[in-house]
């Protein structure tokens, strides 16, 4: 039989419309729709594997998996032996340790002794531990928010993305102990092995690569006087030299380069600066560096 590549997914929740999105920009089709257990795609030797976040880690490391697309806070707090193969551009957040607002907060120190409530009982006890604190903590799986108004803890540490939930549960952020973005997993090794699953995880690998540089950059089109050319190579920057067309009148030429996004105004405005015309702006949907 054919081998198929298979990959665990979030099946519902923060990252698993991102997850899927990320393959289907890589060309994989599939129906998904019906977020069955398991669904093999119909283009591409993969298939999926819809379960809970926090089972993720687990999966992978027992080979019902062979990658996942999980947070990078469920792999440290799982602690399986397991190798991160790639950051993805979605799911930031960090672990945050958040108080009561009107609890007097000046270090780590205030925590000695007090209760705090998380999901995360691994990635905190590190922390404490590394700052020679000891508090108790209460573990939950969920709603940490509401455990210091019910009366079961002190403090809470839970994941923060925009710091809404903190605020509408009257709790200020006190310290970020951990940044976390979405990720790819694997089991240590992997993608180095010879056999037929890793070629087929390098291969989907090199797809998203393309994704993730043209991600954040612009393909700028321009014509210019011929001898600006060498200017206008210094202000794009180009990943190697820019593309230089001839046009019929011999004292202009057009010129094609990649520029990142953050950086066009100040490249537009330079280019205009040197007598560009025309400037032509276009998204770059892959690309390899
Ligand atoms: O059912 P399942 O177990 O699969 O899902 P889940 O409910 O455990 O996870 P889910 O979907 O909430 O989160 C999945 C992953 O998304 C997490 O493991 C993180 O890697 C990532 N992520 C990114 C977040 C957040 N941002 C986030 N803000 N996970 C959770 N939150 C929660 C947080 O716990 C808190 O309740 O959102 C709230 C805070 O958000 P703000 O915006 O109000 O600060
Ligand atoms: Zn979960």
Do not use: H
């Amino acid at each position: 039989m054919d081998e198929v590549l298979s990959i665990a997914i979030q099946k519902t929740g923060r990252l698993s419309e991102k997850s899927l999105d990320l393959i289907r920009d890589a060309g994989i089709r599939f129906l998904s729709d019906s977020r069955v257990l398991k669904e093999r795609a119909l283009n591409y030797p993969v298939e999926f594997f819809f379960v809970r976040d926090d089972d993720i880690p687990m999966y992978v490391t027992n080979g019902v998996a062979d990658i996942g697309f999980v947070g990078k806070n469920e792999v440290e707090e799982r602690r399986q032996d397991l190798e991160v193969i790639r950051d993805l551009s979605f799911g930031a957040c960090r672990l945050s340790i958040a108080v009561p607002n009107d609890f007097e907060y000046k270090s780590l120190k205030s925590l000695e002794g007090k209760r705090i409530a998380t999901s995360y009982p691994n990635i905190l006890s590190d922390y404490l531990d590394k700052n020679r604190v000891k508090a108790e903590l209460v573990y939950v799986a969920g709603s940490v928010e509401i455990t210091v108004q019910a009366g079961i803890a002190d403090a809470i540490c839970d994941l923060v993305s925009t710091g809404t939930t903190l605020r509408m549960n009257g709790l200020v952020e006190a310290e970020a102990i951990y940044y976390s973005s979405a990720v790819i997993v694997s089991r240590k090794g992997f993608l180095e092995e010879k056999s037929e699953k890793a070629k087929i995880l390098n291969g989907l690998l090199e797809r998203l690569d393309a994704l993730s540089a043209a991600r954040g950059k612009k393909y700028v089109i321009f014509n210019l006087p011929s001898d600006k050319v060498d200017m206008a190579a210094k202000i794009v920057g180009a990943l190697k030299s820019p593309t230089v067309t001839p046009l019929v009148d011999k004292s202009w030429v057009s010129v094609q380069s990649v520029v990142a996004e953050d950086d066009f105004w100040r490249v537009f405005e330079n280019l205009r600066k040197i007598g560009a015309e025309g400037i032509l702006v276009m998204n770059i949907e892959k690309m390899t560096e």
